[in-house]
């Protein structure tokens, strides 16, 4: 069964940092591009960042471009989301999935809350 299970959400300041886990079962996610996604309250679902398979490149929206940083440890089945600096407007439930785009095939995390406040 392949599932994605996303981890490393909490309460931060304004400023503060975390680290966001993404780690596969039942399948290599090696092999996926990886995007990480969020979701505001009354806000539509965005694309926040992108790891290719193969050479790893990456890509960032410009809201994050600069802060956020994303990586993949393929000896742990897991990607990684770095997120620095971090904003109010941050906040958010932040998923993974095996993909970088909005396409019915692609695999979701059931979600970590992101909450940015003082």
């Known amino acids: 069964q392949v599932q994605l299970v996303e981890s490393g959400g909490g309460l931060v300041q304004p400023g503060g940092s975390l680290r966001l886990s993404c780690t596969a079962s039942?399948?290599?996610?090696?092999?996926?591009?990886i995007g990480w996604f969020r979701q505001a309250p009354g806000k539509e679902r965005e694309g926040v960042s992108c790891i290719s398979s193969g050479d790893g490149s990456t890509f960032y929206a410009n809201a994050v471009k600069g802060r956020f940083t994303v990586s993949r440890d393929n000896a742990k089945n897991t990607v990684y989301l770095q997120m620095n600096s971090l904003k109010p407007e941050d906040t958010a439930v932040y998923y993974c999935a095996t993909g970088c785009e909005f396409d019915p095939s692609v695999s979701w995390g059931q979600g970590t809350q992101v909450t940015v406040s003082s």
């Open positions: 039942g399948f290599t996610l090696d092999y996926y591009r």
